[in-house]
């Protein structure tokens, strides 16, 4: 038996329909319940940013997780393979009229990923405020709170509805499947033979 945290939302429905093909059976959470029990596997969904959490506790064995999560948590766990699912991009992102100025002594940086962001200006010697948000980061430059924004960029329509442009891509994300190290020592032949099966669909 293995149990596996998922991240609530598409990436949750897609890696479902990976198990549905390999499998030959549909796995549904039913409305508004957080587990999925069937015989071989328990599915969690939580927050995306809790996947790496769980796993890391062994409350579940494996996750479905994006590559810039794991990133800015540097948790110790088994990174087994890129689902080519979710895909996206960090990028740092200002007002359409504004540049980034290597002069400026300072810079201010809203993001909910302080440690992508502090690790890229750092990397780029330039001195970076980091501040840290939850969610609607594109809001903090309209309002004056910072220079530029550290974020995730899918589809590029919440930047470009809020009169962002994207200055630099730091990193491309996608969905990781991603194993807690004790289970994989422990549930190694489960764990494996499920990674051949997902790495045939996914190529
Ligand atoms: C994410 C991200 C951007 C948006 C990008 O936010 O932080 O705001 O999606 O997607 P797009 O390029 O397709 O427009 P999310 O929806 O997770 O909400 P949040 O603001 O609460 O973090």
Same mark, same amino acid.
Request: with cysteine; proline share 2%; aromatic share 6%.
């Given at each position: 038996m293995l149990s596996i945290a998922l991240p609530k939302g598409r990436i949750a429905?897609?890696?479902?329909?990976?198990? /549905?093909?390999?499998?030959? &059976?549909?796995? %549904?959470?039913?409305?508004? +319940?957080l587990i999925l029990k069937d015989?071989?596997?328990?599915?969690?969904?939580?927050?995306?940013?809790?996947?790496?959490?769980?796993?890391l506790h062994q409350a579940a064995d494996l996750g479905v997780v994006g590559l810039d999560v794991l990133e800015e948590k540097e948790l110790d766990l088994v990174d087994l393979l890129d689902l080519k699912?979710?895909?996206?991009k960090?990028?740092?992102?200002m007002k359409n009229s504004d /540049?980034?100025?290597?002069? &400026?002594?300072? %810079?201010?940086?809203?993001? +909910?990923m302080e440690n992508i962001a502090r690790k890229h200006f750092s990397n780029k010697a330039v001195a970076a405020e980091i501040i840290k948000l939850y969610g609607s980061i594109e809001l903090a430059p309209l309002v004056g709170m910072c220079d530029a924004i550290v974020d995730i960029v899918e589809t590029?329509?919440?930047m470009k509805q809020?009169?962002?442009?994207?200055?630099?891509?730091?990193?491309?994300?996608?969905a990781h499947l991603i194993a807690n190290?004790?289970?994989f020592i422990s549930k190694k032949r489960e764990i494996l033979s499920l990674y051949q099966e997902i790495s045939k669909i996914v190529g």
């Amino acid at each position: 038996m293995l149990s596996i945290a998922l991240p609530k939302g598409r990436i949750a429905e897609d890696t479902l329909k990976i198990f /549905e093909e390999i499998f030959g &059976k549909k796995f %549904i959470f039913e409305d508004r +319940k957080l587990i999925l029990k069937d015989k071989d596997f328990t599915f969690l969904l939580v927050r995306n940013q809790d996947v790496p959490v769980y796993v890391l506790h062994q409350a579940a064995d494996l996750g479905v997780v994006g590559l810039d999560v794991l990133e800015e948590k540097e948790l110790d766990l088994v990174d087994l393979l890129d689902l080519k699912i979710g895909k996206c991009k960090v990028c740092v992102g200002m007002k359409n009229s504004d /540049e980034l100025d290597p002069d &400026k002594p300072s %810079i201010k940086v809203a993001t +909910k990923m302080e440690n992508i962001a502090r690790k890229h200006f750092s990397n780029k010697a330039v001195a970076a405020e980091i501040i840290k948000l939850y969610g609607s980061i594109e809001l903090a430059p309209l309002v004056g709170m910072c220079d530029a924004i550290v974020d995730i960029v899918e589809t590029g329509t919440t930047m470009k509805q809020n009169g962002l442009k994207v200055v630099e891509t730091i990193m491309d994300s996608s969905a990781h499947l991603i194993a807690n190290k004790n289970s994989f020592i422990s549930k190694k032949r489960e764990i494996l033979s499920l990674y051949q099966e997902i790495s045939k669909i996914v190529g």
